[in-house]
């Protein structure tokens, strides 16, 4: 998946996000959406979120808080 999304000719915003998602998601063992939503983060200079999803504490750079 990772060398369609960085084909060339292939234009996406934030092409980066997804090369980390793809990362955390082969890395970490965690859900994509999760993946895709902690990379999402990352890129926004954040380090805290809400959330029930214990995936998120196997990233290291999140700090994930309960409702």
Same mark, same amino acid.
């Given at each position: 998946?990772?060398? /369609?999304?960085?084909?060339?000719? #292939?234009? +996406?915003?934030?092409?980066?996000?997804?090369d980390? =998602? /793809?990362?955390?998601?082969?890395? #970490?063992? +965690?859900?994509?959406?999760?993946?895709?939503?902690? =990379?999402?983060?990352?890129?926004?200079?954040?380090?805290?979120?809400?959330?029930?999803?214990?995936?998120?504490?196997?990233?290291?750079?999140?700090?994930?808080?309960?409702?």
């Amino acid at each position: 998946m990772t060398s /369609f999304v960085n084909l060339p000719g #292939l234009r +996406i915003k934030r092409k980066s996000v997804f090369d980390r =998602a /793809f990362e955390l998601y082969v890395t #970490l063992g +965690i859900d994509y959406i999760d993946s895709y939503h902690a =990379a999402l983060l990352e890129a926004q200079g954040q380090s805290a979120l809400y959330s029930y999803d214990t995936d998120f504490d196997r990233v290291p750079s999140l700090q994930r808080h309960e409702p």
